[in-house]
Structures are given as structure tokens and as C-alpha cells.
């Protein structure tokens, strides 16, 4: 099955720089990558996604890369804010996202 | 966005006892899913809960030890038998509207058996 490594597990930031999170997979027939927040007591919330026919989507201060060739997916986070401290996750599937094969997850932290 | 309500949002419960944990969706849903997160770990599939029909496990994952139920296109439950302290762990609904469609996740339930 697929397997999605995910670095850093922690990460510190200054409030307004930026931080980046990466993801490996394994399968490449993976073609739907999401990205989830999860802050705490709470279930995880989608932020962004993208799927294989494109290498870049950005949603304001967020930005996901793909580069297929290297089966690696990558979180940009512009202009950080305390708010965005919380734990996220990438994902990989096959197809959508039925049946969803995520990394070990990020704790971010932003200092004010 | 799909609003999704899980109940309990948490429980403490008896080694041995089985609690049933339930997954309401505000508008029909192609497909649901139940998560298993393990405390500070990723999220893992445990099946698909198929409308009418027995649901589909992952591997690792028996009907015996977790029963899933999906009437209709808008409410599911999962059932955890049998309960032991290596169950605790927070247990999320997961909904897909349709295809090729993002999902959506539950606030999750937090299950502690002691």
C-alpha cells in the first residue's frame, strides 16, 4: 500500500515568516493530495489540495507544490499568524479521496 | 463543506464494555468513512461504511471488533467490542460527497478505556 513520510515532526517559526512542510509517497499511482489542520479537540480541516495534472495551487497564504517525477508534495505557509500554529497533516490517494493514506503530522508552532 | 456531528464527543469506558459511537451528516453523502488516531499519531482508515451493505475493513481491522452500520446516506455508527486500554484513541467520521470530491472530517471521539 501507499506510505506518506512527512518532515519536519515539529517546527518553530517567528509570526510573519514563512514555514514549509514536505511529504514523500510511495505509489505513484497516488493522484489527490490534501493537506489537513487539526488543532486541538477538534478533527481535521481541509486547507488546500491538489491533484496530479497540476505541479502548484495557492489559496491566499497557502501553497501546495507537486513534483511527480520525485513523488514528493510540499506546504507553504506565507506571513504566519499564531492562529496557524496547530498540527497538520498531507495525504495521499488513488482516485480521490475514498480512501486517504496520511503522513505522521506536523505540530507548528508560531511565536508571536 | 459538509457539517457533521459525531457523538459522544467524548466517553471513559469499562475494559470489556462496547460503545457505539454515532456519525450524522446534514445532507446526503456518497460515501462514509470511520479513522482510528491513536494519541500524538496519524490518522488510519478503519473501513468503509457501505450504505445497506456489510462495510468494507482495512487490513487489520475485523467486523467483530469494530460493527459498522449505514442505514441511509446521511448517518452511520461504529461500534468498538470488546473494549481493552490499546482502544483508546480518538475515532473520526469522514464523509465524501461525491466523486472526486474533498473529505470532510468530524470533530472526532475520544475514547478512553481504563
Known amino acids: 500500500g501507499e506510505n506518506v513520510e512527512q518532515h519536519p515532526s515539529t517546527l518553530s517559526v517567528q509570526e510573519g515568516d514563512s514555514a514549509v512542510i514536505k511529504c514523500t509517497y510511495s505509489d505513484s499511482a497516488s493522484n489527490y493530495f490534501p493537506w489537513y489542520k487539526q488543532e486541538l479537540g477538534k478533527g481535521p480541516q481541509l486547507i488546500i489540495d491538489?491533484?496530479?495534472?497540476?505541479g502548484e495551487k495557492k489559496d491566499q497564504r497557502i501553497a501546495v507544490t507537486l513534483n511527480k517525477t520525485a513523488k514528493h508534495f510540499s506546504l507553504h505557509i506565507t506571513e504566519t499568524q499564531p492562529e496557524d500554529s496547530a498540527v497538520y497533516f498531507c495525504a495521499a490517494s488513488i482516485g480521490g479521496a475514498n480512501n486517504l493514506f496520511f503522513g505522521t503530522g506536523t505540530r507548528l508552532t508560531v511565536i508571536p | 463543506s459538509a457539517v457533521i456531528s459525531q457523538k459522544p464527543s467524548r466517553d471513559i469506558c469499562q475494559r470489556g464494555t462496547s460503545l457505539t459511537i454515532q456519525c450524522q451528516v446534514d445532507?446526503?453523502?456518497?460515501?462514509m468513512f470511520w479513522y482510528r488516531q491513536q494519541p500524538g499519531q496519524s490518522l488510519t482508515l478503519i473501513a468503509t461504511?457501505?450504505?445497506?451493505?456489510?462495510?468494507?475493513?482495512e487490513s487489520g481491522f475485523v467486523i467483530d471488533k469494530f460493527p459498522i452500520s449505514r442505514p441511509n446516506l446521511t448517518f452511520s455508527t461504529l461500534t468498538v467490542s470488546n473494549m481493552s486500554p490499546e482502544d483508546s484513541s480518538i475515532y473520526l467520521c469522514?464523509?465524501?460527497?461525491?466523486?472526486?470530491?474533498?473529505?470532510?472530517f468530524g470533530q472526532g471521539t475520544r475514547l478512553t478505556v481504563v
Open positions: 461504511a457501505n450504505q445497506g451493505s456489510e462495510a468494507t475493513y
Open positions: 491538489i491533484r496530479s495534472n497540476v
Open positions: 445532507s446526503q453523502v456518497t460515501m
Open positions: 469522514s464523509v465524501v460527497r461525491g466523486q472526486n470530491t474533498e473529505a470532510f
